[in-house]
């Protein structure tokens, strides 16, 4: 093989691997063959969402029958019930409200920030327990949300940023991806 072949074969192999270029490429997480995996609890069947849902996938089920999930769900574990108002992130996003710059607020004017924290100390707890080094959480929940959250104005629309946990779990070093970008 050619050095210039050898040298593109490497950039392949390794550019995927690095989680924010694979996000602004756009490029697919693929759950890798061994190993825990921290998983959003409703991904795998537990109606546990606001609205008492669960949005169960088939890759999740698969890694809790394998025994390799480390199921979480951080507002639960924060103390809320099922079902529960909505809640969104005013003011920033997930490393906002770890910094203490940001809260999360509930469509009904409860301010629910602690119950986002105390979740997210949680799941981490959990993934640092089980050893685990990837995440792949739900989509645009101001808990689990990677890379898009709602505004913050209870609108319909999106921004920028992560919710709580998967701030956090990135800042233990974890690599975070949202379910939608699962092959
Ligand atoms: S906090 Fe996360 S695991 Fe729990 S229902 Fe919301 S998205 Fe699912």
Request: glycine content about 12%; hydrophobic content about 45%.
């Amino acid at each position: 093989m050619s050095e210039l072949r050898l040298q593109q074969a490497f950039t392949e192999a390794w550019l995927p691997r690095v989680p924010e270029v694979r996000a602004q490429l756009g490029v697919s997480v693929e759950i890798p063959a061994e190993g825990r995996v921290v998983v959003s609890a409703c991904l795998a069947g537990v109606a546990c969402t606001h609205e008492a849902e669960a949005k169960t996938r088939e890759w999740a089920v698969k890694l809790v029958a394998e025994g390799r999930a480390v199921l979480v769900c951080p507002e639960v574990a924060g103390g809320l019930p099922i079902p529960r108002p909505a809640a969104e992130i005013v003011g920033g996003d997930g490393a906002d409200v770890l910094g203490g710059r940001a809260k999360v607020i509930s469509e009904t004017g409860d301010d629910v920030t602690q119950s986002y924290l105390t979740g997210a100390r949680t799941a981490a707890d959990a993934a640092r327990a089980a050893g685990a080094q990837l995440a792949i959480l739900k989509a645009r929940s101001p808990s689990c949300g990677c890379g898009a959250i709602h505004s913050g104005a209870f609108d319909g629309e999106m921004r920028e940023g992560d919710g709580v946990t998967a701030a956090l779990l990135k800042e233990e070093g974890l690599e975070v991806a949202s379910d939608e970008t699962v092959e």
